[in-house]
């Protein structure tokens, strides 16, 4: 199946600075991938979705200023938290579809700010 | 409002049990419905994907039921192995605006 790479599995960092979140999709292009945040024993919460060459589309309550989405080929979607603080703190995943609409996911960002 | 909501919320089984989890959405109009195995720490992984059409697929253990009429679906482990232990998120797509809406899980302990 469909690989999805997701980078750094975690992260430690201090508030205030900025952490940046890679996911790739290593066999096959994606054109549209999906950044979810997960607090523990919660469900996965979509945050943005996010089309190659074109501005991410944000859910509602998500900061576009805080959370910037970057797509800039088929294979590579950015998320950067920028001015990071503690409530911050969670479990990042990324997801990317393929034609049969398939979704497959990154193994998820721990991120701990502290 | 689409919602998804499984029950239980979290499982214990003693190795080798058998077990079902239970999904109910309201999600309409409806594409599929889509279980998923998620490890502590990790990103989740497909079990099955089902359409309107069917009732029944099965991935190796894993036997997911789906009942569009009531807007119901199960997934059934047979003889579970500590590996299983886990959470199982279902989620539906559909929806007009074509989004998933996932479930909250349910947290399943397999001991021996």
């Known amino acids: 199946g469909a690989v999805v790479s997701q980078h750094p599995s975690w992260v430690i960092c201090k508030s205030g600075t900025s952490v940046k979140i890679e996911c790739r999709s290593l066999d096959f292009q994606a054109t549209t991938m999906f950044w979810y945040r997960q607090f523990p024993k919660q469900s996965l919460m979509l945050m943005a979705t996010s089309n190659e060459g074109s501005k991410a589309t944000y859910e509602q309550g998500v900061e576009k200023d805080k959370f910037l989405i970057n797509h800039a080929s088929l294979t590579l979607s950015t998320l950067t938290v920028t001015s990071a603080h503690p409530e911050d703190s969670s479990f990042y995943i990324c997801?990317?579809?393929?034609?049969?609409?398939?979704?497959?996911f990154g193994s998820g960002t721990q991120l701990s700010v502290l | 409002k689409n919602q998804v909501e499984q029950s239980p919320q979290s499982l214990i089984i003693l190795e080798g049990k058998n077990c079902t989890l239970q999904c109910n959405y309201t999600v309409s109009p409806f594409s599929n419905l889509r279980w998923y195995k998620q490890d502590t720490g990790r990103g989740p992984v497909s079990l099955t994907i089902?359409?309107?059409?069917?009732n029944t697929k099965s991935n190796g253990r894993y036997t997911a039921t789906l009942d569009a009429d009531t807007k119901q679906s199960s997934l059934h482990i047979t003889a579970s192995q500590l590996s299983d232990s886990a959470s199982y998120i279902c989620v539906v797509h559909g929806g007009t605006a074509s989004k998933l809406t996932f479930g909250t899980g349910t947290r399943l302990q397999v001991t021996l």
């Open positions: 089902m359409t309107f059409s069917e």
């Open positions: 997801s990317a579809r393929v034609r049969n609409e398939k979704l497959f």
